[in-house]
């Protein structure tokens, strides 16, 4: 069912469920720094096709990751370091957009659920990998490719650019902006690639812009929960999370 048909026939039940769940996931990136595309899409996947899920994802999560991109006075620095990733990032996204379509079909909620899975399941064993220095430029496309594919797959963009992120072993703030710089280009080229297989329309665009709010809020939710509790504890929880969640949709697809 597209989009617009959900809204035409629960016109206040479904953007009051997307509300909570942009709600929740700003909540959940105020307090980790990431997690709003991996929370939203995961939940609104259950409701709806992954591709209208990731088309309600585009504006909370560029305004969010655009912010999240400061200190501007060393995005520079970041951004030399950084761009053989993004540009595979591009280049990924936009070839599965044309490869495999808009994320649509019983296999994409399958799709889905095998990268919340061995996301949480990585990050739940504590390992940590390390790249050297010298191999960030032959790492750094091959690694943005991969995600510019799941990406264009699943609507979700953390693996593998996550734990490639932490393995270039960056201080807590270089690490937040690089993942600010990755996760604002993934939604850019998901955009076009969403753009591209037509998966997007008029209700969807209109309901992204709306879900702005409730994400913001959510962040600002996060950010003071997070003075109060341990990120480490909240993060296992988010993590054991997503891990049922993705078991849950390949059960259920």
Same mark, same amino acid.
């Given at each position: 069912m597209a989009l617009s048909d959900s809204l035409a026939q629960a016109p206040l039940l479904l953007p009051a469920l997307v509300t909570v769940v942009f709600l929740l996931a700003g909540l959940v990136k105020g307090v980790v720094g990431m997690g709003l595309p991996t929370v939203a899409v995961g939940l609104l996947a259950l409701w709806?096709?992954?591709?209208?899920?990731?088309?309600?994802?585009?504006?909370?999560?560029l305004v969010t990751n655009v912010w999240?991109?400061?200190?501007?006075?060393?995005?520079? $620095? &970041?951004?030399?370091?950084?761009?053989?990733?993004?540009l595979?990032?591009? @280049? #990924?996204?936009?070839? %599965?957009?044309?490869?495999?379509?808009?994320?649509?079909?019983?296999?994409?909620?399958?799709?889905?659920?095998?990268?919340?899975?061995?996301?949480?399941?990585?990050?739940?064993t504590g390992k940590r990998l390390t790249v050297a220095p010298t191999a960030e430029r032959a790492l750094g496309p091959l690694v943005g490719t991969a995600t510019g594919l799941v990406t264009s797959a699943t609507?979700?963009?953390?693996?593998?650019?996550?734990?490639?992120?932490?393995?270039?072993?960056?201080?807590?703030d270089g690490l937040i902006? $690089? &993942?600010?710089?990755?996760?604002?280009?993934?939604?850019?080229?998901?955009? @076009? #690639?969403?753009?591209? %297989?037509?998966?997007?329309?008029g209700a969807a665009w209109a309901l992204s812009l709306w879900m702005l709010l409730p994400a913001l809020t959510g962040m600002a939710l996060g950010a003071a929960l997070r003075k109060r509790l341990s990120p480490a504890a909240f993060r296992q929880c988010f993590m054991v999370g997503?891990?049922?969640?993705?078991?849950?949709?390949?059960?259920?697809?």
């Open positions: 709806m096709t992954p591709a209208e899920a990731a088309a309600l994802l585009i504006v909370p999560s999240q991109m400061q200190p501007w006075g060393r995005l520079g $620095a &970041m951004l030399r370091r950084l761009w053989p990733m993004q595979g990032v591009v @280049a #990924g996204t936009l070839a %599965g957009a044309w490869w495999f379509g808009a994320p649509a079909g019983a296999w994409a909620p399958v799709a889905l659920g095998l990268a919340l899975i061995a996301y949480a399941g990585w990050s739940l609507g979700v963009f953390v693996v593998p650019a996550v734990p490639y992120l932490q393995a270039l072993r960056c201080t807590s902006q $690089a &993942m600010g710089i990755s996760f604002t280009v993934s939604t850019l080229a998901l955009a @076009a #690639g969403l753009q591209m %297989g037509g998966a997007t329309s997503l891990l049922l969640l993705g078991a849950y949709m390949v059960v259920l697809a």
